[in-house]
């Protein structure tokens, strides 16, 4: 069986035996006072008959008394002995008469003749005062008998008198007025004295003890005398409460108690009858009766226990099947919340291989990409070339027709501008090497953001696309206007080469749009606090589903002739400069690109501290560089912005100078033959930790600052003035 | 028998006293008047009976009358005085009695049934025993002090009389208006005294002259 259906089953004996228990207490505690109450109630009823009898005896009794009295009142001696106040006739003549009142066999057969024998008789005066026979010995007792006035009524009353023998007797006394037959009125009274009338006591109950109480003091016939004290303050204390019944203790026995006022509304002080009833009886009774109770008690437990046994048998039956069912539902419930968890796990795995998955194809996203922009690279290589060649051609040309025809040189004017062409020929060189760069760092921090003319931006964009618009479209039998409607805009902090980059790819990709010739055109004009740029064509345009992904990587239009990178590579230069791309297309009517870029104001820390650069100290520079041209340059330029310089060829002979001398700044090469510029560098920092040291590389667009920890500025070759003085500046910040 | 003969000749001499004219011997002044009677607004009437009731210990008539007597030192009696408490139709005739001391008063039974009259009053104290109409000698008693004597007859409670022994001859009972008239009084200073109750005695010093009626009203 279920331990459950157990558990009940012992709870429900317990129940059981408690109500069975319950009720037996119960019972017992009623019964016991039923019987109590029964044995008081049958006590008292017997005091009440026992006394009832007891004032009908002393009411007839006191009748006679107040009709033989009458006939003594209207003696006319006993009156006019009253009246004269002449006690000794009154006393004589009232024994005359008394006798013959006492003596009179004029009662009812029956009647105890002693009930009418007075013990003794006293007069009263119409003031109440007692009138002694013999004023000589009046007794103290008499005073008792005195009353405010003599009463118009008949008065019963207790005294104690002493007798001749010294014993104290308590009399009932009854006074009877003696009324004037003329006037009516009360002349006086008599009093008569009589044994009290005892209760009939029934001989099975001897030890009921009954008396008088009056005036603090009991008076019981059958005790002694010495007990009456504390049985007398018993009685007062229960007097005391308003029952008519209380239990006394007398002799260390408990009584019931009763008591009756014998003389209602009398003019003397009151008196009970007192009535003592031991319990012994009734506590003897009583306690028999607790035992049956008990004995019933235990029965009804032994019953109840028997019966709830079969009761809780019965019951427990569908509690126990109960308890299975619940086991079972339980066990069901614990193998579905198993499964569940087992499901759960699976989940779990089938999520991780769902992640391992996703980082799959992610990777192999990132590896297409990267397969994709070398394929990009690969293809731009061929235009890169075209480019730098199309950038060498000035060069070389100008080059050669100085180093051919030296006296052009002496035509200052002439050579500045050879001198300029060549270089902005040499810049674009450079920025289409920077180009590629785009490829491999994208999103990549540290470009380098400098103040940007964009007028002068796109004109420069302009011709370096002229190989593009001009030659590539005429080639193809395509003729393509530009218009430029270029406003001044102020300058704005950004990547040059990449917005020209971006702006060379919106040129390439709108020369594209019109296979069949058109206009290109290009504005510049300010915005709210923005600068705008668009680059519009009016070839076929695109149509909106085209316009909404043409921003997205590998999204192309162009089918083998496309990487799908152009058009985001743009987008993501525009993001960089924290600015904004917009399309306007029409298919068959163009498309515009429209880019916004915010105003300087917000990154041009850079500048300012360039310009500061060129008003340091003169510094004692280290120019570290095994090729001697770029040693040569770097160590001209620095030279001109007043540096001291001193030049080694390698690391080894780098060190050896620098441990020789005292230096503010080391720049040096990072590719030399025998010790290379990090090597130097590490161990240059180790003689001098706060030696700023630049270092220059040619790769310096394929690496980070991250990679060359023991340097302060990384910088690439060819480095120009600006940089440099910019590079100084920041090593100096540095240290 | 010489005392016989004193006693016959002093006989002889009290007639004579008595024959005489009072004014001659004793003066003649009077003395009128009114008691004011407790109970007055009963109207008075001259033939009403009155009987003896006590209220409270007081004995008095009912209705009131009174007794007016004149208080002072006057010669001793020396003839004897009679009088009679007549019993008739279960009363006292004369429910009120006042005597001079010394007076023998008798108590005739002119019923035809028993009466047994006695007193405990202090001044006379006696008990005549039941007697009918014929009882002879009359019974009777000497009253030979001065007081109130309650009658009573033992047989019959109602019957009550007073006999009021005086120490005066000169005395009088007021009508039930409380009116009185003493005459042939002796001329002198005394106190004139008005019984009315066992309680109540109202007196008055008065001047009495030969001749003349004074009138004096209680109180």
């Known amino acids: ?91 004589l003549n009232a024994q005359v008469e008394l006798r013959g009142v006492l003596d009179s066999s004029g009662m009812e057969g029956g009647t105890d003749q002693s009930l009418l024998h007075a013990t003794f008789f006293r007069f009263l005066d119409a003031k109440g005062a007692v009138m002694s026979p013999s004023s000589a010995t009046t007794e103290p007792w008499e005073a008792q008998l005195s009353m405010i006035a003599a009463p118009a009524t008949g008065q019963v009353g207790y005294v104690t008198r002493r007798t001749i023998e010294g014993l104290a007797v308590m009399d009932q006394v009854i006074a009877t007025p003696i009324i004037s037959t003329d006037t009516g009125e009360v002349i006086g009274a008599i009093i008569l004295g009589f044994i009290p009338i005892e209760l009939t006591t029934k001989e099975s109950a001897k030890n009921i003890k009954s ?21 007398s303050r018993e009685v007062a204390n229960a007097l005391n409460k308003p029952l008519g019944n209380s239990t006394v203790e007398i002799d260390g026995a408990p009584h019931l108690l009763f008591y009756k006022l014998l003389n209602p509304s009398s003019h003397f002080p009151p008196a009970y009858e007192v009535c003592l009833y031991p319990l012994a009886d009734s506590i003897a009774r009583t306690r028999e009766v607790r035992w049956k109770i008990i004995g019933a008690g235990l029965l009804l437990v032994v019953g109840g226990l028997v019966a709830s046994h079969f009761i809780s048998v019965g019951l427990s039956a569908p509690v126990t099947r109960l ?187 709108a020369v594209d749009a019109m296979p069949a010739g058109g206009t290109l055109t290009l504005r510049t004009r300010r915005g709210d606090d923005c600068a705008v740029i668009e680059v519009a064509d009016s070839g076929t345009g695109m149509i909106e589903e085209v316009r909404k992904h ?118 040096t090469d990072k590719a030399m033959p025998r010790m290379n510029g990090e090597q130097m560098a590490a161990a240059i920092k180790n003689i001098s930790p706060l030696t700023p040291i630049i270092l220059l590389t040619g790769f310096g667009l394929f690496h980070d600052k991250e990679e060359f920890p023991q340097v302060d500025v990384l910088a690439s070759k060819p480095i120009r003035i600006p940089a440099l003085r910019e590079a100084i500046a920041e090593a100096l910040r540095h240290s | 028998m010489a005392s016989g003969f004193m006693k016959q000749l002093l006989f002889l001499v009290s007639v004579a006293l008595l024959l005489l004219p009072r004014s001659l011997l004793w003066g003649d002044a009077t003395v009128e008047g009114r008691v004011e009677l407790p109970g007055g607004h009963s109207a008075p009437v001259a033939t009403k009976r009155y009987e003896i009731v006590t209220k409270a210990g007081v004995v008095a008539t009912d209705p009131a009358v009174a007794v007016v007597y004149l208080e ?87 019957m009550r009389g007073i006999i009021l022994v005086l120490e005066s001859p000169y005395f009088t009972k007021s009508d039930m208006a409380g009116r009185y008239r003493l005459s042939g009084l002796p001329a002198g200073h005394y106190t004139l005294k008005a019984w009315i109750s066992s309680k109540t005695t109202l007196e008055r010093p008065v001047e009495l002259k030969n001749g003349a009626t004074l009138r004096v009203d209680f109180p």
């Open chain 1, 323 to 509: 308890a299975q069912h619940s086991a079972e539902h339980r066990e069901r419930r614990e193998q579905a919340e198993t499964a569940l968890e087992i499901s759960r796990e699976e989940l779990l795995v089938l999520n991780a291989e769902l992640q391992m998955a996703l980082s799959d194809l992610k990777s192999s996203q990132h590896q297409i990409i990267q397969q994709e922009r070398l394929r990009a690279l690969g293809q731009m290589a061929s235009g890169i070339a075209h480019d730098f060649n199309n950038a060498l051609v000035p060069i070389l040309g100008f080059c050669e027709l100085l180093l051919l025809s030296p006296t052009i040189l002496g035509d200052k004017q002439k050579a500045v501008s050879y001198l300029e062409t060549i270089q902005t020929a040499a810049k674009d060189a450079s920025s289409v090497v920077g180009r590629l760069r785009e490829f491999y760092r994208p999103g990549k921090t540290g470009m380098a953001f400098g103040s940007v003319q964009l007028k002068r931006l796109v004109e420069q964009v302009i011709t370096l696309t002229t190989p593009k618009w001009k030659g590539q479209a005429q080639a193809n039998g395509a003729t393509i206007e530009v218009s430029l409607e270029l406003e001044s805009v102020p300058s704005i902090s950004g990547d040059e080469s990449a917005l020209r980059e971006a702006l060379t790819n919106l040129i390439f990709n």
């Open chain 2, 72 to 158: 002072g030192v006057f010669p001793r009696q020396t003839n004897l005085l009679r009088a009679q408490m007549v019993q008739k139709d279960l009363t006292f005739v004369t429910p009120l009695l006042p005597v001079q001391l010394g007076t023998v008063v008798e108590f005739p039974n002119l019923d035809d049934t028993y009466h047994n009259i006695f007193s405990y009053s202090k001044p006379k104290r006696f008990d005549l025993g039941r007697y009918r109409s014929e009882e002879r000698p009359i019974p009777s008693q000497v009253f030979d002090q001065p007081g109130l004597v309650a009658l009573h007859c033992d047989i019959h409670e109602h």
């Open chain 1, 211 to 231: 008396g008088i109480w009056c005036k603090g003091e009991l008076r019981l016939p059958q005790s002694e005398e010495s007990s009456s004290d504390t049985l």
């Open chain 1, 550 to 667: 043409c921003l997205e990587p590998f999204f192309s239009t162009k089918g083998e002739g496309g990487t799908g990178l152009g058009l985001s590579m743009v987008f993501g230069i525009v993001q960089r400069h924290s600015g904004s791309l917009d399309i306007q297309s029409q298919p068959g009517s163009g498309t515009t690109f429209i880019i916004k870029l915010p105003l300087e104001g917000v990154t041009t820390i850079r500048t300012s501290s360039s310009v500061d650069a060129k008003l340091q100290l003169p510094l004692r520079i280290l120019v570290v560089d095994d090729e001697a041209p770029v040693r040569d340059t770097l160590a001209a330029i620095l030279t001109t912005d007043g540096h001291i310089v001193v030049t080694a060829v390698d690391g080894a002979e780098g060190l050896k100078r620098f441990a020789s001398g005292q230096f503010d700044l080391v720049v």
């Open chain 1, 1 to 91: 069986m279920a331990p459950e259906a157990t558990s009940f089953r012992t709870k429900l004996l317990v129940a059981m035996m408690l109500v069975v228990l319950v009720i037996t207490a119960t019972v017992l505690y009623l019964a016991q006072r039923n019987v109590e109450a029964d044995v008081a109630r049958h006590l008292h009823e017997e005091f009440r008959s026992e006394v009832g009898s007891l004032l009908a005896v002393q009411e007839s009794r006191m009748e006679t008394i107040a009709e033989r009295c009458r006939a003594l009142a209207s003696s006319v001696r006993i009156r006019a002995a009253l009246e004269e106040g002449d006690i000794e006739d009154l006393y």
